[in-house]
């Protein structure tokens, strides 16, 4: 089974700092995403990644920014948290079909 | 999701039978996607349609109709174990907001 690890699981930041997300694919997958969460307003997709130092903007990417060095790691960057980052976040990869979806990290930037 | 509709929510009793409808609008077509989500958890693959007609898994069934853009997931003999929410997904950036489905004894 594709495992896809999110290095936390909940983060607590303060305004102002820069956060890194970690995500870690097993799998081979050339597709790497990432996706907030938030009630009433589903999944949406901040950035995606196709290959290697290949990166395309998702519908919401102001604020982040994201590294695809390895083909195992993709990594979001929040800049300079702002509380409406607040959110969960979700790592996802596939190759073809179906997408398997990490743990999620809670961030709540306070 | 703003090209996805689905309801928002839905009850059913363990045992039964229940429908999610799924109804969607996307250019360049790759399939459609349905994902279970526990509360709290992450969204977890159920099925994937990319042509007509219904695929089935076990307990659960996942029906396409592209030329309506309408699909729906049946789940048989509910558990409780299924209440969830259930996503129905088309392309990377095209999900429902979600159907929570609520199963009582």
């Known amino acids: 089974d594709v495992k896809v690890t999110q290095s936390s699981r909940y983060l607590v930041k303060r305004t102002g700092e820069k956060v890194f997300l970690e995500c870690v694919q097993d799998?081979?997958?050339?597709?790497m995403f990432w996706y907030r969460q938030d009630p009433g307003l589903g999944l949406r997709l901040i950035y995606f990644s196709y290959d290697v130092k290949m990166k395309e903007k998702g519908d919401i990417p102001e604020g982040y920014s994201v590294s695809r060095e390895k083909k195992e790691r993709f990594s979001l960057i929040l800049e300079s948290a702002s509380t409406n980052q607040t959110s969960m976040y979700l790592c996802?990869?596939?190759?073809?079909?179906?997408?398997?979806f990490g743990s999620g990290t809670r961030l709540t930037v306070v | 999701g703003q090209n996805i509709d689905q309801p928002t929510e839905m009850t059913a009793t363990e045992g039964a039978i229940v429908q999610i409808n799924c109804t969607y609008q996307t250019s360049g077509f790759n399939g459609l996607f349905w994902y279970q989500q526990h509360a709290g958890e992450a969204p977890t693959f159920l099925s994937y349609?990319?042509?007509?007609g219904l695929e089935e898994k076990g307990r659960f069934s996942s029906f396409l109709s592209r030329s309506k853009g309408y699909s729906y997931l049946l789940l048989k003999e509910l558990q409780m174990k299924d209440s969830a929410s259930y996503l129905c997904?088309?392309?990377?950036?095209?999900f429902g907001d979600g159907t929570t489905l609520t199963v009582k004894p």
């Open positions: 996802a990869s596939s190759l073809q079909g179906g997408y398997t």
């Open positions: 997904g088309a392309g990377k950036s095209t």
């Open positions: 349609n990319v042509l007509d």
């Open positions: 799998m081979d997958h050339e597709n």
